[in-house]
């Protein structure tokens, strides 16, 4: 099939399809002589791992080695939690920094006045004045 209906099989734009192949994550199993890319179902299957795989915000690295994984059946399934549970870890370090600036950014809220005055702790802060 194009990559047109591969790509609303998976739901996904047919840009970040194109991408996949570029990038040899997801290459279509045969490329036609008017230069068509040619996508059978296994590609498809393949497309619809990556988009959850990025639903759940694998990087792109992890998805190709979760995605070998995936077409390995001889595959340890260590090897598969070992990966998620060091995205876990990295979504852990994310969620920290997110509330560190979420108090500081709450912090310079409540100590502006928020009135007709051109003072403003937010634009100090973000100018590196204060």
């Known amino acids: 099939m194009r990559i047109s209906s591969a790509a609303k099989k998976c739901g996904l ?8 192949d570029e ?7 045969n490329i036609l002589e008017n230069g068509y890319r040619d996508y059978n179902e296994t590609d498809v299957k393949k497309l619809i791992f990556i988009s959850k795989s990025r639903q759940f915000g694998f990087p792109i690295n992890q998805c190709r080695e979760l995605l070998s994984l995936y077409e390995d059946t001889n595959r340890a399934s260590s090897d598969v939690r070992k990966i998620a549970k060091k995205h876990i870890d990295g979504i852990n370090d994310k ?7 979420k108090f500081e950014l709450m912090h ?3 100590t502006c006045n928020g009135d007709d005055r051109p003072s403003c702790p937010i634009l100090d802060k973000l100018s590196g004045d204060h």
């Open 23 to 29: 990038i040899t994550l997801v290459k279509p199993s």
């Open 108 to 110: 310079l809220v409540n």
């Open 95 to 101: 969620l920290t920094k997110l509330k560190s600036l």
């Open 13 to 20: 734009p047919v840009k970040t399809v194109r991408y996949y």
